[in-house]
């Protein structure tokens, strides 16, 4: 669970260091038009829900393995929880970022 909770946070971490040159220091981010832009915008959220989908099939796999276990629900719930705020976090990145648009 921590894993895909991990791979999402640094999705969005990468997602960030990439919105502006402040934040990379001297390097400028690379320049696109639109079309790209939204693409790879719609590949980093199907990215995002993959990630999604298989922590949410890791929670219950490994809450049906250990269904007696004294921690659970409590810990699938809990993993659940941070793979959301993980998950909202990436999708708010993904959406507000916008790399400049090349010159014409």
Not at 3 to 13: D, E, K, M, R
Not at 56 to 65: L, N
Not at 69 to 74: L, N, R, S, T
Request: proline fraction near 6%.
């Amino acid at each position: 669970m921590r894993a895909v909770a991990i791979t999402l946070a640094l999705t969005g971490a990468l997602a960030v260091a990439a919105t502006s040159t402040k934040e990379l220091g001297s390097v400028t981010p690379l320049c696109m038009d639109r079309e790209t832009r939204e693409d790879l915008r719609t590949a980093m959220r199907a990215g995002i829900d993959q990630a999604m989908r298989k922590q949410t099939q890791h929670m219950f796999e490994t809450w049906m393995r250990e269904p007696t276990a004294a921690d659970q629900p409590e810990r699938a719930v809990s993993g659940m929880r941070n793979a959301v705020r993980a998950y909202v976090g990436a999708r708010k990145v993904a959406n507000e970022w916008s790399p400049p648009l090349c010159a014409p």
